[in-house]
């Protein structure tokens, strides 16, 4: 998670007991538990120059399939940032919310690759 630098200055500090519970809670940064994605991948080649004689180089097609998040979860936070601003009157550090972004759901994918050696 991103910090908001303005909050963990002096002037955002300013009048607070050091060490008190909203010292801390001023300077503390949120820590996201551990998170995880199931994916799986399917790759497959052939070479050309066996069937085609005529084919100078190592010629080869190649397929790619996959699958990411095969859970589905769609709770994943990818990345986390507190605003930019603070509310140094009343010292509430919840007063602007952080901003989550989250993953997709379960996603696909395809390729083909035309490789020449």
Same mark, same amino acid.
């Given at each position: 998670?991103?910090? %908001?630098?303005?909050?963990? /200055?002096?002037?955002?500090?300013?009048? !607070?007991?050091?060490?008190?519970?909203? $010292?801390?809670? +001023?300077?503390?940064?949120?820590?996201?538990?551990?998170?995880? /994605?199931?994916?799986?991948? =399917?790759? $497959?080649?052939?070479?050309?120059?066996?069937?085609?004689?005529?084919?100078?180089? %190592? /010629?080869? !097609?190649?397929?790619?399939?996959? !699958?990411?998040? +095969?859970?589905? %979860?769609?709770?994943?936070?990818?990345?986390?940032?507190?605003?930019?601003? =603070?509310? /140094?009157?009343? #010292? %509430?550090?919840?007063?602007?919310?952080? #901003?989550?972004?989250?993953?997709?759901?379960?996603?696909?994918?395809?390729? +083909?690759?035309?490789?020449?050696?």
């Amino acid at each position: 998670m991103d910090i %908001n630098p303005a909050r963990r /200055t002096i002037s955002a500090l300013d009048l !607070v007991d050091a060490g008190s519970v909203e $010292w801390d809670r +001023i300077l503390s940064q949120e820590k996201r538990k551990g998170q995880f /994605t199931l994916d799986a991948s =399917f790759n $497959w080649s052939v070479k050309l120059n066996k069937k085609f004689k005529s084919l100078k180089r %190592n /010629t080869f !097609v190649v397929l790619n399939l996959g !699958v990411t998040n +095969i859970l589905d %979860n769609k709770d994943i936070t990818t990345s986390a940032y507190e605003q930019l601003r =603070f509310d /140094t009157t009343d #010292k %509430n550090p919840d007063k602007y919310a952080t #901003k989550y972004s989250y993953g997709f759901g379960r996603t696909f994918f395809a390729s +083909i690759i035309f490789r020449m050696n």
